[in-house]
Nanobody
């Protein structure tokens, strides 16, 4: 059973920083790109950042220059460093990855989400 587990969310003041982590566990053969999404109350889930298997990165316009995505392939973990946080960054953040498993082939897996609240 493949599992993605996020951590690092919390309450932070505007202008502050948080670092999210997402670790992949279980039995699998390969991970393609890893991504962070977020969903605020009443809004659709949106892509925040993505990192490819070649470490190429891309960001949504609202977070470009403030957020940095990285991955440690040895630990099967993806990170999201969030700086200069704004109240509009408040949301549940989810990690996502297409993963190849021995019995099910390629499937997209999601973590359970971690709450980020930016407020004074």
């Amino acid at each position: 059973q493949v599992r993605l587990a996020e951590s690092g969310g919390g309450l932070v003041q505007p202008g502050g920083s948080l670092r999210l982590s997402c670790a992949v566990s279980g039995r699998f053969d390969s991970i393609r790109s890893m991504s962070w999404y977020r969903q605020a109350p009443g809004k659709d889930r949106e892509l925040v950042a993505r990192i490819g298997s070649d470490d190429a990165t891309s960001y949504a316009a609202p977070v470009k220059g403030r957020f940095t995505i990285s991955r440690d392939s040895r630990k099967n973990t993806v990170y999201l460093q969030m700086n200069s946080l704004k109240p509009e960054d408040s949301a549940v953040y989810y990690c996502n990855a297409p993963i190849l498993t021995p019995f099910d082939g390629w499937n997209v897996y999601w973590g359970q989400g971690t709450q980020v609240t930016v407020s004074s």
